[in-house]
């Protein structure tokens, strides 16, 4: 059962990731506000190839992309009235997948011919096999590595024709990261870890405290703000990585197994928080073998076999 208190922490953190409403007027379901005026205009490609131009070491120059644009007005009425949980999630793509695929050296192919799309608002839990593309297909949507053949487009930004560097960018403004084993850094306070995406990023100082003291805050590990990493459990350590990958309000959170190095309570309590951080309208892709983290948090379970779709269901409980 989900605690009260904490439910109430994570809708004060989550409220102000959500501040631009995409289907005006329904109250619910939001994307990550403009973080810059779109001037000049996104044309769609950053740079399109490792040869295109590049900008000076130190720029930061951020994105501007649809997802960024102020949300136009909900054409659709039924698309904006609150009817069920499931039917009030905003329905705007995030992830587009078409027909990907992805051969290593000689071997059968890791992903084949894969289309796929997410809307935001969704929790997707990627399930499979041993070896049949889950993380291959993280990887992809992450822009870590790219397909042999199909496109791959993340938050209107097509992430298999950036150059690393653009790719790079992307990834700190756009996407958080979760890990199985947290990724932290043991030389760093939790306050400091936290607070990296934002100084990769250039965010003012004061803004990035601010808002790094209040996730911890609100995910319930504030009182570790000073602690290093080695010193907290396994489940507190997730949290910690779940704040960091919050930093800079992504799009998209990516979280690859985890739960896999949990204890069965730490599990839990991390399942818990990736469902209420979706309640509240962050989107979600997880690739996990964890089928009770797939039910507990999913919106909408795929099943990869041999690099190829194998089910797609969505849940009828959430
Ligand atoms: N860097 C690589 N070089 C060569 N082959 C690779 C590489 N990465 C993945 N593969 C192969 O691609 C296929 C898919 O691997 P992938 O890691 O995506 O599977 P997975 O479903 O995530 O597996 P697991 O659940 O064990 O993590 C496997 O056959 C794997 O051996």
Do not use: W
Not at 269 to 290: F, K, S
């Amino acid at each position: 059962m989900r605690s009260t208190s904490r439910n109430a922490r994570i809708r004060a953190t989550t409220s102000s990731l959500f501040t631009a409403p995409v289907c005006q007027g329904d109250g619910r379901g939001h994307i990550p506000p403009a973080k810059v005026p779109p001037e000049p205009a996104y044309t769609g490609r950053v740079h399109p190839r490792d040869d295109a131009p590049r900008d000076p070491p130190g720029t930061v120059r951020p994105f501007v992309t649809p997802g960024d644009a102020p949300a136009p007005p909900c054409s659709l009425a039924s698309a904006c009235t609150e009817t069920t949980a499931q039917e009030d999630r905003v329905t705007a793509p995030i992830i587009e997948i078409r027909d990907v695929s992805k051969r290593y050296d000689d071997g059968p192919p890791a992903l084949a011919g894969l289309s796929l799309t997410v809307a935001a608002g969704e929790a997707l839990a990627v399930l499979g096999p041993s070896g049949s593309g889950k993380s291959t297909l993280l990887n992809m949507i992450a822009g870590l590595d790219r397909p042999t053949g199909g496109g791959v487009t993340v938050a209107g930004v097509r992430v298999d024709e950036l150059t690393e560097t653009a790719s790079a960018r992307f990834r700190r403004e756009r996407i958080g990261m979760v890990f199985q084993f947290f990724n932290l850094l043991d030389d760093l306070t939790v306050l400091d870890n936290v607070l990296l995406p934002a100084q990769l990023l250039g965010t003012g100082r004061a803004a990035a405290r601010d808002r790094a003291v209040e996730l911890l805050d609100n995910l319930g590990i504030d009182r570790h703000a000073r602690a290093y990493p080695g010193r907290l459990s396994g489940g507190e350590r997730q949290r910690v990585a779940v704040a960091r990958a919050l930093m800079n309000r992504p799009a998209l959170l990516l979280a690859d197994e985890p739960t896999g190095a949990l204890d069965t309570a730490s599990g839990a309590e991390v399942r818990e928080l990736l469902a209420e951080l979706n309640d509240d309208g962050q989107t979600i892709l997880l690739v996990t073998h964890d089928l009770a983290l797939a039910e507990s948090c999913a919106t909408r379970t795929i099943e990869l076999v041999d690099g190829r779709l194998a089910r797609d269901e969505r849940a009828a409980t959430r």
